[in-house]
């Protein structure tokens, strides 16, 4: 019995609503960035399921681009963070407007 592409559709869709979720309704930016990690970890999870179906390795090759997008994303998010911690400064999204202390 193997799992089909409906499967992994599926899954990837509730991870993609749960990301959604979290985004729209939280207010740090740590649970925002890790959202959005969940949110781009579920495309992933369909190019590889639409890859695995047409039998290429192009959504393979697409996810690991993807991942890298991810892991800057990450960097520089977690960098600005990390600044805006160290000034003290407000880390409510609904808060900051600027950038400027």
Known sequence: ??????????????LFTIG????????????????????LNSVNLTLVAFSRQVGGSD???????????AAAEVVVGLGL?????????VLDTDELRTLNG
């Open 1 to 14: 019995m193997s799992v089909g592409i409906p499967m992994f559709l599926a899954v990837s869709a509730i």
């Open 20 to 39: 959604l979720i979290g985004v729209l309704l939280r207010r740090s930016p740590l649970t925002i960035l890790l959202s959005l990690e969940i949110m």
């Open 59 to 69: 959504g393979q090759v697409f996810a690991l681009v993807v991942m890298g997008i």
């Open 81 to 89: 963070v990390v600044a805006m911690t160290r000034r003290s400064m």
